[in-house]
C-alpha cells in the first residue's frame, strides 16, 4: 500500500478530527438553532454537519500540524486524546480542513446576516488562532483557556444569532456557565501535559500555575458555572447540578504535585466520557424547557 494512499490519509483525517469530540460543537449549535427557530431548516442541517466534522478538522488538525514536535513527546498522543501526524500527511490536513470548511462557510454566509458573520468570524478566527504560528493562542497562559471554551461556546452562540434570539439575562447566564465550564475543562485537561509543554517549551495555564492551583482553577470555574445555571429559566437551575461529576473527577488531584502531573490523565479520560452522561443529561433538560414552553 502507497504511504499516503487515499485510505491511508482519510483515516489519519478521521482520527485528526477526533471523532469522539464531534458531537461537543454540533451539539450546541444544533440545540440552539432548533429551540430558538423551531423548525428542521437548510440552515440548522447545514450548520450541524459543518460543526460536526469540518469545523473539528479545522481546529484539531491545524493542531496536530502545528504541535508535531510536542505531540511526538506526548505519551498520551496517537489515538482518541490527539493524532501524531506525520510530516507527510500536514499539507493534505490543512488543505482537507480548507476545502471541507469553505463551501460550508459560504452557504452559511448566504443564510444569515451581519450578526451571525461575525459571531462564525469570532469562532473560525478563534480556531486558527488557538494553534496556528504567529498567534498560538494555546501558548498564552489563561488566553489559552479562554480560546478554547470559544471553540465550542460560539456554535451555541452563533445558532442563536443566526436563528434570531432574543437576548435576556436567563441567556446570557446560560453562555456564561457555559463559558465557565469550556475554560474549567481546558484548564484541566492542560495539566496532564504540564511536564511535556515544559520539556517543549510550550506555555499554558498548567505549566505557569503549577498542577494543584490548575485543578483549584478548574474547580472553581466548574463551582461557578453552577452557581450562574440557578439565575436561568426554569428547568435550568436544575443544571446547577451538572458540573459536580466533572468536581468529583477532578478532586483528587486538587494537590497534584507537577512531577506526577501526568496522573491527571486518569480524572481527564473520565472526562472525555463524563461529557456523554452529562449532554444527556443536558438534551432532557432542553427537552422539559421546550416543553414547558409551549
Known amino acids: 500500500m502507497p504511504t499516503n494512499s487515499p485510505t491511508r490519509v482519510a483515516g489519519q483525517l478521521l482520527l485528526s478530527s477526533r471523532p469522539l469530540s464531534w458531537i461537543n460543537t454540533a451539539f450546541p449549535f444544533a440545540a440552539a438553532y432548533l429551540l430558538t427557530a423551531g423548525v428542521v431548516d437548510l440552515a440548522l442541517v447545514v450548520g ?3 460543526f460536526l466534522v469540518p469545523y473539528n478538522l479545522a481546529m ?23 493524532a501524531v501526524l506525520d510530516r507527510s500527511l500536514h499539507r ?26 461575525l459571531v462564525l468570524a469570532i469562532s473560525l478566527f478563534a480556531v486558527v488562532a488557538y494553534s496556528a504560528p504567529g498567534l498560538r493562542f494555546k501558548e498564552r ?21 443566526l436563528a434570531g434570539a432574543t437576548p435576556t439575562p436567563e441567556l446570557y447566564a446560560l453562555l456564561g456557565a457555559f463559558f465557565l465550564w469550556g475554560m474549567a475543562s481546558h484548564a484541566f ?20 500555575l503549577g498542577a494543584a492551583k490548575t485543578v483549584r482553577f478548574a474547580l472553581g470555574a466548574w463551582t461557578a458555572a453552577g452557581l450562574l445555571m440557578l ?10 447540578l451538572l458540573p459536580l461529576p466533572y ?24 472526562f472525555l466520557w463524563l461529557n456523554f452522561l452529562v449532554g444527556f443529561l443536558v438534551t432532557m433538560l432542553l427537552i422539559a424547557w421546550s416543553f414547558l414552553r409551549s
Do not use: M
Not at 484539531?60 to 490527539?82: M, T
Not at 488566553?143 to 452562540?157: E, I, K, M, N, R
Not at 478532586?251 to 480524572?267: F, I, K, Q, V, W
Open 231 to 240: 439565575f436561568t429559566e426554569w428547568p435550568g437551575p436544575l443544571g446547577a
Open 247 to 270: 468536581i468529583v473527577a477532578a478532586l483528587p488531584y486538587r494537590s497534584l504535585s507537577d512531577a506526577d502531573s501526568e496522573r491527571a490523565n486518569r480524572g481527564w479520560k473520565h
Open 60 to 82: 484539531y488538525g491545524i493542531n496536530d500540524v502545528f504541535d508535531y514536535e510536542s505531540d511526538l513527546a506526548n505519551p498520551r498522543k496517537g489515538g482518541v486524546e490527539g
Open 189 to 208: 485537561g492542560a495539566v496532564q501535559d504540564i511536564l511535556p509543554d515544559r520539556e517543549g517549551g510550550i506555555a499554558s495555564i498548567a505549566t505557569v
Open 92 to 117: 493534505w490536513t490543512l488543505l482537507a480542513a480548507a476545502t471541507t470548511c469553505i463551501p460550508f462557510v459560504l452557504v452559511l454566509v448566504l443564510l444569515g446576516g451581519p450578526g451571525s458573520w
Open 48 to 50: 450541524t454537519v459543518f
Open 141 to 161: 497562559p489563561f488566553l489559552d483557556s479562554v480560546t478554547s471554551s470559544t471553540h465550542f461556546v460560539s456554535p451555541a452562540v452563533y445558532g442563536l444569532v
